[in-house]
């Protein structure tokens, strides 16, 4: 059977899975760029010069090939783990590309070079991974490198006699060649060092909405525990009153004002014990606050539990469908809570016509409260993750906002959306592979 179990202290978000740095995914692609770039140019002009006798010296390319090579096995051992990478140190990396193909160039023709136009790709690099200060700083030392090479290189005649047409030929080659390995470069990882950033971006703001979520969420459990004390003492007179009135009046002559004392008792009585949940849940909790429930119990006492607080109210327990046994849960108060704010919220707009679903599979259960009333106000589904918005006319919107940040927080989901035939159906989503946490 599979269980889903909650701690049973203070509310803890669940612990996230630490992602890889973006500076160090980026620069593991930047050691595949300059291991296919750089060496790829040298190799190919190593190649010309025995094909086509080009006059290139193959010991210098050479040397600065084995010492790129060597540079980059000493950044790979450096940046194997998932530490962040600073800016600063990305750019390093850059500054050894440049200085390498710089080096390569001048060893090879100079500006005369058609893999000059290699001078494009540490710049799309730093303009996609790095701030536009460094981009500026990659793009002068590039228009600089770009000027020296013009005015001093080591002269290979084939690129710069386009008489005959041999030579032309292999120019046109090495520019095809360069064009095509750039472009490759630019869609595999330029684009991938991009879409990296935009992700740690989203990342971020989901980061500062979950923060801006948790210190509501705070602001509220400081003025409900406040409320709390301020309400307890006219429910203790409301008790003692209703007693005083009970003794005065018998039953047996007062027999409807009894019935109504009793309602009214059982009403303070709910009263006081929300006041209880509120008062543990900003910091009493105690350990035997969570009991051990089967699904369908448990759902079967939430909808009980609604009925005898609204009298007259309809919730229908539709049978699940799901095979097997329901799962085992651990229900704190804060889990029990949040089904019970969906399901008043539904009661209150469609008193009649409030159905209850569940289901399970072997990774997550989920929950369904449909009604009939007037559905999202808006019709957007992110409405519950907006504190003060309400899916009813007149509501605050503060049991949907707690139960989604709650549910949240303990890796679950809460989702709304518009019934074609009228209504909402607010869907309570948590997981079953792992424990839970939160709910207590």
């Known amino acids: 059977m599979n269980t889903v179990t909650a701690p049973l202290a203070t509310p803890i978000a669940p612990t996230p899975v630490t992602p890889e740095a973006p500076g160090g ?16 140019a040298a190799l190919c002009l190593l190649l010309a010069r ?26 790979w051992w450096r940046h194997r783990g ?3 990478v600073t800016d600063r140190q990305f750019f390093i990396q850059l500054l050894v590309d440049l200085f390498a193909l710089t080096s390569i160039l001048y060893y090879s ?8 136009y290699f001078f494009l790709l540490p710049m799309a690099i730093s303009a996609a991974a790095l701030p536009q200060a460094y981009t500026w700083v990659i793009a002068l030392i590039s228009a600089a490198s770009y000027t020296a090479l ?35 470069l630019f869609a595999t990882f330029v684009s991938a060092m991009a879409q990296t950033v935009r992700e740690q971006d989203r990342h971020l703001a989901r980061l500062r909405e979950n923060v801006l979520r948790d210190e509501r969420v705070v602001a509220v459990a400081t003025l409900a525990a406040g409320a709390a004390h301020e309400l307890s003492t006219p429910l203790a007179t409301m008790a003692v009153v209703t007693g005083e009135i009970s003794r005065e009046y018998p039953q047996d002559s007062y027999p409807a004002l009894h019935r109504d004392l009793g309602i009214l008792r059982d009403q303070i009585a709910r009263c006081k014990e929300a006041l209880s949940v509120i008062s543990a849940s900003a910091g009493a909790a105690r350990a035997d606050s969570a009991e051990r429930l089967a699904l369908d119990r448990f759902v079967r006492q939430a909808a009980d539990e609604v009925r005898h607080l609204r009298p007259g109210s309809t919730i229908a327990l539709a049978t699940p469908t799901s095979e097997g046994s329901p799962p085992l849960l ?15 919220n539904a009661v209150d707009v469609s008193p009649r016509h409030v159905r209850l679903t569940y289901e399970w599979n072997s990774t997550e259960l989920t929950i369904a409260i449909i009604d009939r009333g007037g559905g999202l106000v808006s019709g957007d589904p992110a409405l519950l993750e907006r504190f ?17 940040a709650a549910i949240t927080q303990a890796g679950g989901s809460l989702e709304a959306v518009n019934n074609d035939e009228g ?15 939160g709910f207590a």
């Open 150 to 184: 013009m005015l001093w290189r080591v002269e290979v005649p084939e690129f710069n006699n386009f008489h005959t047409t041999s030579a032309m030929d292999l120019h046109a080659v090495g520019m095809w060649v360069g064009f095509v390995v750039l472009s490759a």
């Open 25 to 40: 995914l980026n620069v593991r692609r930047l050691l595949w760029i300059r291991m296919i770039a750089v060496p790829g």
């Open 388 to 404: 003060g918005t309400s899916t009813k006319e007149g509501g605050l919107g503060l049991g949907l906002f707690l139960s989604h």
């Open 82 to 84: 998932v530490a962040p």
């Open 109 to 116: 023709g100079g500006a005369a070079n058609p893999f000059v």
């Open 330 to 344: 651990i229900v704190g108060r804060t889990f029990r809570q949040a089904l019970l704010n969906i399901l008043h």
């Open 423 to 437: 209504g909402t159906t607010v869907r309570l989503k948590l997981p079953l592979a792992r424990p839970m946490e």
């Open 50 to 75: 025995q094909v086509y006798g080009l006059g290139v010296p193959a010991l210098q390319l050479a040397l600065i090939v084995g010492g790129l090579v060597a540079i980059n096995f000493v950044s």
